[in-house]
T-cell receptor, first 114, second 113 residues
Framework: AQSVSQHNHHVILSEAASLELGCNYS??????LFWYVQYPGQHLQLLLKYFSGDPLVKGIKGFEAEFIKSKFSFNLRKPSVQWSDTAEYFC????????????FGSGTRLSIRP | NAGVTQTPKFQVLKTGQSMTLQCAQD?????MSWYRQDPGMGLRLIHYSVGAGITDQGEVPNGYNVSRSTTEDFPLRLLSAAPSQTSVYFC????????????FGPGTRLTVL
């Protein structure tokens, strides 16, 4: 069964700082990978996804993530954060062979100081 | 399209009571799932369904039942509520070919006293 680890529970940054949130997954086969964001008081929405091809994936709002298969990682990056990026970020994985079942990580809370 | 809708938004139960959380989607999505969100634990999959009449257990299925009689609806039943089931519950849907991009409902905040 697949699993996801997000090691950063709470990250605090100043505006304009660069962001990298770690995500590692455990599964031996082909996977689909996702980053979701939950803004305060809102439900989850998709930031970006990887299913094949270029391992560098670009999403909405200037976010990107890189799939490194050898490291089982899918880290989320943004070169310059804004106060409006304050939210909780979730990494998720689904096995290609069982695409209806998606497993989420425990989330990383991002706080941006204005 | 309304997307994924959930009712109620808030609910308070006493230990031992039963209730059903409703979830409906109007996007004709085959896949539907239920998650619970708890602080520090992210979202955990309770049950999921790949189509009408087909359901399967997720990571934390104990204490919950589901059924899928139609493509649109996927209710979650708490048979005998316990304080450990205090959580925020999210329903989500997706479709084959979307590589399982989930569309989430607004959530139900449940408190069990």
């Amino acid at each position: 069964a697949q699993s996801v680890s997000q090691h950063n529970h709470h990250v605090i940054l100043s505006e304009a700082a660069s962001l990298e949130l770690g995500c590692n997954y455990s599964y031996g086969g082909t996977v689909n990978l996702f980053w979701y964001v939950q803004y305060p008081g809102q439900h989850l929405q998709l930031l970006l996804k990887y299913f094949s091809g270029d391992p560098l994936v670009k999403g909405i709002k200037g976010f990107e993530a890189e799939f490194i298969k050898s490291k089982f990682s899918f880290n989320l990056r943004k070169p310059s954060v804004q106060w409006s990026d304050t939210a909780e970020y979730f990494c998720a994985v689904s096995a290609y062979s069982s695409a209806s079942k998606i497993i989420f990580g425990s989330g990383t809370r991002l706080s941006i100081r204005p | 399209n309304a997307g994924v809708t959930q009712t109620p938004k808030f609910q308070v139960l006493k230990t031992g009571q039963s209730m059903t959380l409703q979830c409906a989607q109007d996007m004709n999505h085959e896949y539907m799932s239920w998650y619970r969100q708890d602080p520090g634990m992210g979202l955990r999959l309770i049950h999921y369904s790949v189509g009408a009449g087909i359901t399967d257990q997720g990571e934390v299925p104990n204490g919950y039942n589901v059924s899928r009689s139609t493509t649109e609806d996927f209710p979650l039943r708490l048979l005998s509520a316990a304080p450990s089931q205090t959580s925020v519950y999210f329903c989500a849907s997706s479709y084959p070919g979307s590589y399982n991009e989930q569309f989430f409902g607004p959530g139900t905040r449940l408190t069990v006293l």
